[in-house]
């Protein structure tokens, strides 16, 4: 994307900026010119936003400040660079400038103005409840409703953090919590569940998803909240040899559970098209005394760029008889998408 | 006994431990090594014809011609040796004025090709083939490569940007007249798990619940369950697929051959293998990388385009590839 040529008598034969881009995403970009061309130096200025990652084809340069200036070129006529921006951006796009110059006898024989595109997704709260009500009455509870707005650009990763007054707790993914739960169990008891009429799963399937989850516990890379003693003794146990049979009984027992339960939690992993929530649809329990309760969405995009979280505040008024019992409030969100799309040409499909 | 082919015997000879060409490569830099095997070749003129390097496969090839007249020249220098710490193997020799493959034999001891000058014909000038593994550092500092890490949408289509360039041929030059990096491979990654959830039919979600429902139930050992099997039969009559067939369809629905349909490429790019990625955990297919290729060059030292993905072609495919399983309500 180039915006506004300056002056030019140079020919171009090929020029590129990268049409749009996350923050702190590398964008490249490239300038090539008919070999015929002489040039002394090669001006560079860049956005004091941007930081210069590499250049492409670059022998000696000079810096002082955000200007670089190229002396010399190890094949003459094309070079490029890869620019990122540095920080946080507010504002759902930001436009930075980078000109390009060549100078020949102090002159400007070419000045070329090229436009870095940065996109950024946010999310916002559009209505959320300040306070849920509970009563015994279990068929008639209230829901607890949140409409969120995704807007700008980019794919996001929604993580949901609840307190009840103290800190916020993120929930685990939840079908590897199960899992790990009930091996941790098993191992534990010796436990040995009744066999049943099981729903018929093709055994190399099955041999494969075993050895993965081995492979994985094995490389203790579970997403886990479950007790750390639970875990490290549940970890030394599936590394004794003799222990390889149980696991797989252990395994081939959990695993059509396992892929039922797979399934319908990805379901509830993407709510909407560019949004991921890994722990599935949020949850918050209501315990003893719980008086209010804060729900916070954490975002990151796909370059791993964390904004600002979204909280709301819910006071809980609790109108149960017996307060004790503790009780699953699942969150509905609904969603508003506004989905800015960086412009470019048109839809290439033949 | 059958003669050895040129490639047979070098196929033999590939006997040189990996491990010492990769030494080789991380000590050494590519252009000493070049320097090397031209002073191994230099009482024969040797010039670099073409430098070619093969991103995908890392490996590069080197062409050398060679004037080796008849005469004392071949008697004095009668063996050419190119010991494997060079890096390069020798790939096949071409007598240029015949335009024939020579079939000569090499003899070697496992750490350095050797030929005997006096096997060659009458010719004076030959071309020589060198084929070795460069270093993943090396390649990175000849071309670099970037794409869209998420697509902007027009209309049905997601479309993500693609870049490559040469980024250092100072590594290499004054060797050779052309350079050639073949099969630049640009990565990009389609996120697709997210459009299986919004494709999966009710009937289908359904099933799964009470499924899951009635695996729960049987697990805590509840013995009144004769509701829940029904609920479970009737379900299973409603959507024909079990979860397996379910996986076993999504992956064929990611598999190179099938996702190919839904991508198109703008030159110079062309499309590479296609892999579908799944998390160890999961048994959904994450996302699928698309390999695009491009070739550079000193002509084209830099390639620009765009990925088009077509989204809702896609998603209809997987709709209709699962709705095969949900009967049709009858009327």
């Given at each position: 994307m180039q915006i506004g040529v300056k002056h030019t008598t140079m020919k171009i034969v090929s020029e590129y900026v990268a049409p749009w881009a996350l923050p702190k995403e590398d964008v490249p970009l490239h300038l090539m010119w008919e070999p015929t061309i002489g040039y002394d130096t090669i001006r560079i200025k860049l956005p004091p936003d941007l930081a210069l990652k590499e250049f492409f084809n670059v022998a000696n340069y000079t810096q002082e400040n955000s200007t670089y200036l190229i002396s010399q070129l190890k094949t003459s006529n094309f070079f490029g660079l890869t620019v990122a921006s540095k920080g946080d951006f507010e504002a759902y796009h930001t436009q930075e400038i980078i000109n390009i110059a060549l100078i020949k006898d102090e002159e400007e024989i070419f000045s070329k103005d090229y436009a870095v595109n940065i996109f950024r997704p946010y999310l916002s709260l559009v209505e959320g409840p300040t306070v849920i009500?509970?009563?015994?009455?279990?068929?008639?509870?209230?829901?607890?409703?949140?409409t969120l707005k995704l807007s700008g650009f980019g794919n996001v990763e929604i993580r949901t953090e609840?307190?009840?007054?103290?800190?916020?707790?993120?929930?685990?993914?939840?079908?590897?919590?199960?899992?790990?739960?009930?091996?941790?169990?098993?191992?534990?008891?010796?436990?040995?569940?009744?066999?049943?009429?099981?729903?018929?799963?093709?055994?190399?399937?099955?041999?494969?998803?075993?050895?993965?989850?081995?492979?994985?516990?094995?490389?203790?890379?579970?997403?886990?909240?479950?007790?750390?003693?639970?875990?490290?003794?549940?970890?030394?146990?599936?590394?004794?040899?003799s222990n390889r049979d149980k696991i797989v009984e252990l395994m081939s027992r959990h695993l059509e559970t396992l892929l039922v339960d797979s399934l319908l939690y990805y379901f509830d992993r993407y709510p909407t098209d560019n949004i991921q929530m890994p722990q599935g649809r949020p949850v918050m329990f209501i315990e003893k005394a719980t008086r209010r309760i804060g729900v916070r969405f954490r975002y990151r995009d796909a370059m791993l760029n964390q904004y600002k979280p979204v909280e709301v505040v819910i006071n809980v008024d609790d109108k149960r008889k017996d307060k004790t019992v503790r009780r699953e409030i699942p969150i509905k969100i609904k969603w508003i998408i506004e989905r800015i799309?960086?412009?470019?040409?048109?839809?290439?499909?033949g | 006994m059958k003669e050895l082919t040129l490639q047979e015997s070098v196929v033999k000879l590939v006997r040189i431990p990996r491990d010492a060409i990769s030494t080789a490569q991380s000590t050494v830099s590519l252009v000493e090594q070049v320097s090397k095997v031209l002073e191994i070749f230099r009482p024969y003129t040797p010039e670099v014809r073409r430098f070619t390097v093969d991103y995908l496969t890392r490996t590069s090839e080197i062409k050398y011609l060679l004037n080796i007249p008849s005469g004392v020249k071949r008697i004095t220098h009668r063996k050419i040796e190119l010991p494997a710490t060079t890096g390069f193997r020798i790939d096949e020799v071409l007598d240029l004025d015949t335009t024939d493959l020579l079939k000569i034999n090499y003899d070697s001891n496992g750490e350095k090709w050797v030929f005997n000058a006096d096997d060659f014909p009458n010719s004076n000038r030959f071309m020589v083939t060198t084929k070795g593994i460069i270093s993943l550092d090396f390649l990175n500092r000849l071309v670099a490569v970037n794409c869209a890490t998420n697509p902007t949408r027009r209309e049905e289509c997601?479309?993500?940007?693609?870049?490559?360039?040469?980024?250092?041929?100072?590594?290499?030059?004054?060797?050779?007249?052309?350079?050639?990096?073949?099969?630049?491979?640009?990565?990009?990654?389609?996120?697709?798990?997210?459009?299986?959830?919004?494709?999966?039919?009710?009937?289908?979600?359904?099933?799964?619940?009470?499924?899951?429902?009635?695996?729960?139930?049987?697990?805590?050992?509840?013995?009144?369950?004769?509701?829940?099997?029904?609920?479970y039969r009737h379900s299973a009559i409603k959507a024909k697929i079990s979860p397996t067939d379910l996986v076993d369809l999504l992956m064929s629905l990611v598999s190179g051959e099938f996702f190919s349909n839904f991508i198109s490429l703008d030159k110079p790019f062309v499309l590479g293998s296609i892999e579908p990625h799944r998390e160890l955990t999961s048994f959904i297919p994450e996302r699928v990388k698309v390999n695009v290729l491009s070739d550079l060059n000193f002509q084209l030292p830099a390639a620009k385009g765009e990925l088009t993905f077509k989204r809702k072609d896609f998603t209809d495919a997987v709709t209709t590839g699962i709705k095969t399983f949900v009967p049709k309500r009858k009327k």
């Open positions: 009500t509970f009563t015994d009455d279990l068929e008639n509870k209230e829901p607890c409703q949140i609840i307190s009840s007054g103290g800190e916020f707790v993120e929930r685990a993914e939840p079908l590897y919590q199960e899992l790990v739960r009930k091996m941790v169990s098993s191992f534990r008891l010796g436990q040995s569940i009744n066999k049943h009429k099981g729903i018929e799963i093709d055994p190399l399937f099955l041999q494969n998803k075993v050895k993965e989850y081995i492979e994985r516990l094995e490389l203790s890379d579970f997403p886990l909240d479950v007790d750390r003693d639970d875990l490290e003794s549940l970890q030394s146990w599936v590394k004794i040899p799309n960086p412009s470019g040409e048109c839809c290439k499909v | 997601d479309c993500y940007w693609i870049h490559s360039a040469i980024k250092d041929v100072s590594i290499l030059e004054k060797i050779w007249e052309e350079l050639d990096v073949e099969r630049v491979n640009v990565d990009v990654r389609i996120a697709v798990e997210r459009f299986f959830s919004s494709a999966i039919p009710e009937p289908v979600k359904e099933r799964l619940k009470i499924q899951s429902e009635l695996l729960d139930a049987i697990r805590r050992g509840e013995r009144n369950i004769e509701g829940l099997k029904l609920k």
